[in-house]
């Protein structure tokens, strides 16, 4: 079974750290992604990426960044944690029409 | 610009009733098609897809959907739910471009089976 892990279930961080969230595959996919799900709104892309050191903007890109140094590996970065980034995050893998795996989430709150 | 709208937020249907989940869609090219389940503090899992072919999908935990390139609709269907099938659906939809398969999904629709 293809496996996306992500490094944290649930996070805690004050108003203005830098915040790392690790997603990590183990079936040589190139494609990865980064969501945030909120209630009522479903799930939005914030960044994604085809191939190493290969990155795009998704639908709601401001205050985050991304990093991808080797292909198993998909970091998503918050610059300077806000209390509006508070949500569940999820990363996800794909190999061309195979429909994506999900990781379990990371449930990140900034107080 | 590709855009999915799930009716229906919240769906309460008695056990062992029939249920359908309605998904409609917006694009300009050809598309695929696909419904997700997410079952409380978990990831998302893949229910079914519909890539090409028969226009009716048949996935896992007996869900089943039904693909109309008139009505631009994609919707999901059970004929006797259980229990276990509480949880949230989530279509999707992404352009039929080889090597792009950036999914666009819908806010969801939470499914509640009453014993």
């Known amino acids: 079974d293809v496996k996306v892990t992500q490094s944290s279930r649930y996070l805690v961080k004050r108003t203005g750290e830098k915040v790392f969230l690790e997603c990590v595959q183990d079936?040589?996919?190139?494609?990865m992604f980064w969501y945030r799900q909120d209630p009522g709104l479903g799930l939005r892309l914030i960044y994604f990426s085809y191939d190493v050191k290969m990155k795009e903007k998704g639908d709601i890109p401001e205050g985050y960044s991304v990093s991808r140094e080797k292909k198993e590996r998909f970091s998503l970065i918050l610059e300077s944690a806000s209390t509006n980034q508070t949500s569940m995050y999820l990363c996800a893998s794909s190999y061309r029409t195979d429909g994506y795996t999900f990781g379990s989430g990371t449930r990140l709150t900034v107080v | 610009a590709q855009s999915v709208t799930q009716l229906d937020s919240q769906v309460p249907v008695f056990e062992e009733a029939p249920v359908e989940l309605r998904c409609n869609y917006s694009?300009?090219?050809?598309?695929?098609l696909f419904w997700y389940v997410q079952y409380p503090n978990q990831g998302l899992q893949l229910l079914l897809k519909?890539?090409?072919?028969?226009?009716l999908v048949k996935g896992i935990n007996g869900f089943e959907a039904e693909f109309n390139k008139s009505q631009t609709s994609f919707h999901l269907r059970k004929p006797s739910v259980h229990i276990s099938d509480t949880a949230e659906y989530f279509c999707?939809?992404?352009?039929?471009?080889?090597?792009?398969?950036?999914?666009?999904f819908g806010t969801g629709t939470r499914l509640t089976i009453i014993p």
């Open positions: 694009s300009s090219v050809s598309v695929y």
């Open positions: 999707a939809v992404s352009h039929s471009n080889f090597g792009n398969e950036k999914l666009t």
């Open positions: 519909y890539l090409s072919g028969s226009t």
């Open positions: 079936m040589d996919h190139e494609n």
